[in-house]
């Protein structure tokens, strides 16, 4: 193979120019040298969505679209999910290396021992309407917990920093459930330091009358292992998010808040919940292959299927649909499963989605679990942006200690109006073609 450069040539000048090529990739910075006349500005990289613009260098996470590969920390999917806890793997993704028996201990007590929120967080989340959407709870009183702490401003003050990060993994399990309890017209379920992260968190959901709530295993399992596959997936765009904003140094409540927004639309965070809706309104198998049609005309996108870097299975699916017979188990089969499973058989024989590389991806099943356990299907972009909570903080962190970032500012192709002169109201009206 040939040196590690990239030769440019320049056919409005005649000029060419060598790039280094590093780590598969050329700096966008190195086209701005490529001009016709000195006081140009150079050559911009045009990428709308960046679909194939590295934002960053990360050793956080590794997805191989093609190959159906996903590792944390070097460490594959499957094994984690197989053999870990989500507060294990939530430590070595943040710190990068699985962690001792005591370093776990003491983790696993530093995020049991923040799990409550300050009393006054009730009186907002007693302000939303009845049936508020738990996401836009969430968002909104994530946010607010940057007015509780102020101290978090201080992110470059390693102990605080830390603080305020297990401060985040210990109370989204919290505010969630709180939001849930307030959307069901149910008095807010306290934290129980003696269960598990989500034991705990179905504690606070389903606790009634009952003096102690007790998980199910299988259920209380199933959680974390769900939590284990969402933990984390390079640069999605609720990290993107998360990176951006927390490029302008803000504190990490508010941050976070951003990333939890972006996770709620229908094509990220919110795809769960889309698949469900989906799955109800088709209602029975016969209906499948009309809906399969309505995708194809264009007129429907499937969801739960698709991905910007999967072109192939996404492994998380996989792990998703063996959990599924496990959870069913508990609590009986859920219907909208055998809809689920035909739609995935004709998608995956069908012409428009094989050479489109569509695949079920994370959100296809993890829906139809949600529902089993119990879950509304509001809960669902919540349930994601839980476990997701230590992925984000983690990139973000990543971001701030990265001495090549700096606050982000896209650059952009203007394709407006050149110069204009002010027009007089009178002489408005009689311009021909004005915009209503
Ligand atoms: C997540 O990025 C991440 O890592 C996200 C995530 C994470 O862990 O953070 O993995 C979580 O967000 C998973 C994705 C959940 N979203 C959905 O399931 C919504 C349905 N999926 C699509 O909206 C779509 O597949 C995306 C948004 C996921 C990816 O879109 P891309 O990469 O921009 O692909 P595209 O829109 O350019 O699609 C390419 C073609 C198009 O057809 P043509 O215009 O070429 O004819 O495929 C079609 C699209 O119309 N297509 C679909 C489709 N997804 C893409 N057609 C039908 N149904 C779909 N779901």
Redesign the pocket.
């Known amino acids: 193979m040939g040196e590690e450069t990239l030769s440019v040539t320049d056919n409005r000048t005649g000029r060419s120019y060598e790039m280094p090529i590093k780590d598969g990739a050329v700096r966008a910075m190195d086209f701005r040298q490529i001009k016709v006349h000195d006081d140009d500005f150079g050559l911009k990289l045009y990428d709308p969505?960046f679909?194939n613009t590295a934002s960053c260098r990360s050793e956080i996470t590794y997805?191989d679209g093609d190959r159906g590969i996903l590792r944390y920390r070097g460490y594959p999917i499957e094994q984690l999910a197989a053999q870990s806890t989500y507060l294990e793997t939530a430590y070595l993704i943040l710190f990068g290396e699985l962690p001792t028996r005591a370093q776990f201990v003491e983790w696993e007590h530093d995020i049991t021992i923040h799990t409550y929120i300050h009393e006054n967080a009730k009186k907002f989340m007693d302000g939303f309407l009845y049936d508020a959407h738990p996401m836009g709870m969430l968002v909104s009183t994530v946010a607010a917990l940057s007015t509780f702490y102020p101290q978090s401003k201080e992110i470059f003050d390693e102990e605080d920093r830390l603080l305020h990060m297990k401060r985040l993994i210990a109370k989204m399990p919290t505010m969630a459930a709180f939001a849930y309890r307030h959307s069901s017209g149910l008095p807010y379920a306290y934290p129980d330091n003696d269960l598990s992260y989500t034991g705990n968190l179905l504690n606070m959901l389903y606790k009634f009358s009952e003096a102690k709530y007790q998980p199910d295993p299988v259920l209380e399992r199933a959680l974390d292992v769900l939590f284990i596959l969402?933990a984390?997936?390079?640069?999605?765009?609720?990290?993107n998010a998360m990176r951006c904003v927390g490029s302008s140094h803000g504190d990490p409540y508010s941050t976070i808040a951003a990333a939890c927004a972006a996770?709620y639309g229908?094509?990220?965070?919110?795809?769960?919940e889309?698949?469900l809706k989906m799955l109800t309104e088709i209602a029975s198998i016969e209906n499948v292959p009309k809906f399969v049609d309505r995708?194809?005309d264009?007129e429907?996108?499937?969801?739960?299927?698709?991905?910007?870097?999967?072109k192939n299975f996404?492994p998380?699916a996989s792990v998703i649909k063996e959990l599924a017979h496990q959870v069913f188990e508990v609590t009986g089969r859920n219907p909208l499963l055998d809809i689920a499973l035909e739609l995935e058989r004709i998608a995956l024989e069908d012409e428009?989605?094989i050479e489109?590389?569509?695949y079920p991806?994370?959100?296809?099943y993890s829906g139809i679990i949600y529902q089993s356990m119990g879950f509304p299907v509001s809960m669902f972009p919540v349930l994601?942006a839980i476990p997701?909570t230590v992925?984000w903080i983690a990139q973000w962190q990543e971001m701030l200690l990265d001495e090549e970032q700096k606050i982000a500012r896209p650059r952009q192709i203007y394709v407006g109006h050149d110069q204009r002169d002010y027009i007089s109201w009178d002489r408005r009206e009689s311009r021909q073609g004005a915009v209503a």
Do not use: W
């Open positions: 969505a679909t997805i969402h984390d997936h390079e640069q999605n765009c609720s990290t996770l229908p094509l990220h965070g919110g795809a769960n889309a698949v995708v194809k264009g429907d996108l499937l969801m739960g299927f698709g991905h910007r870097v999967y996404d998380r428009y989605f489109r590389k569509l991806n994370v959100d296809f994601f997701r992925g």
